[in-house]
């Protein structure tokens, strides 16, 4: 019977060389070069790299990446761990060569580029020497593509994009835009004549592309494919994300129950209050039940697809948005007035839980996907009742009980006395 929830110890040692490296190199370069990744100061950058490389030689860059694409091949289980302990730190994504948006235009061009198109994009991004942003949401339309007006039209040896993109996150120093249009997915060269980027919002972009002509070569797979395109990036994406969601939530739980042990109220600490106590056990238990769910959908997309888990993955989705903002609010809550300043992370864990509801989908979106395929393996009952109506049931049964009956009255008269009993006890 394989139902093993252990980490082997060679792949444990990994994560405690992950969770140690982050700790005590990638936290504090991020407290003295905020955004240190994007700088282009030869000595920040020369910090940046000192730690990639022992990145690299733990052979833990890039380790979305299947093997098959050019990356360790950890599969969505062992991945899901390694976020769980790269979520705590926002730099540590950057400084594993793992962080969105990249990492999902990254497996776009992976999975669906031409040799020419990986060597020209990919191998830099691989590198961090180029940054990519991904253009999919429209003002008009949210994510619905449906609504989608973005078009590429081929004129000789061009194609000609026209039509506007919202939330187009780090669009603005980008290098190169994936933009998903109605007829395929385009790669767009930022410095393109016709990108233009609106002054707001700041960090995540309006952007207009009027008359932006790009070579044959820049439609990344096939014409009228970008849906598909798409679905490969978000797919895995949503379950890096929701492993990172937990350390978040680890971080609000861990910040919770230091306070609750060392604050004083009324007499006792404030640990010892049932009402402080019932915050504790409520966010200890949807931490613990969300995690187990998320690995349990990793494991799955290992095991099948990511198409055949979507159900579980869309769950997920709403699901960690809920947790991290029930978790942050508790810890938020018990932290007192100090938790509302921005003097521990706890008010930004707090003030990024909506965020999480609403990116990569809103929340109701993946609601209605997974009720939608979830009723696809039931069916209408017949007449009035349900299924599990209990005189139904119980009239079945007693006739499933007849031919014993008849062979033996004995038995029948002992039924007939627990119906007697049963309906007096009513
Ligand atoms: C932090 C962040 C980063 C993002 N990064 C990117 C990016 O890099 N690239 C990119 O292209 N996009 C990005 N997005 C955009 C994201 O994909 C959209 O915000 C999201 O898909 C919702 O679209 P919208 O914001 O237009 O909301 P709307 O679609 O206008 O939805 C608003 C509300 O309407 C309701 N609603 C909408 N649709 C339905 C429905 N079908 N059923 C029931 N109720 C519904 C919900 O209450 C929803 O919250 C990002 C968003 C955030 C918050």
Known sequence: MAWDFSTDPEFQEKLDWVDQFCREEVEPLDYVFPYAVRSKDPKIRALVKGLQDQVKEQGLWAIFLDKDLGGPGYGQLKLGLLNEILG???????????????????????????????????EPLINQEIFSAYSMTEPQGGSDPNLFRTHAMRDGDEWVINGEKWFTSAGRVADILFVMCTNGMFVVPRETPGVEIQPEPRNHNHIIYRDVRVPLDHLLGPENGAKVLAQRRLGGGRIHHAMRTIAQCKLAFDMMCERALSRESHGKIIGEHQMVQERIADSYAAIRMLRLFVLETAWKIDNSSTQETRTDIAAVKFTMAKVLRDVSYNALHILGSLGTTDLTPLQAIYAAAPTMGIADGVDEVHKATVARNVLKDYEPHDGYWPTEYIPAKREAAWQKFQPKFEADPDLRELAEGYKKYFANRR
Not at 89 to 109: R, V
């Open 88 to 122: 705590r730190y926002s730099a540590a994504p950057q400084i594993f060569g793992a962080a969105a948006p990249d990492t999902g235009n990254m497996e776009m061009l992976a999975a669906y580029g031409t040799d020419e198109q990986k060597k020209r994009w990919l």
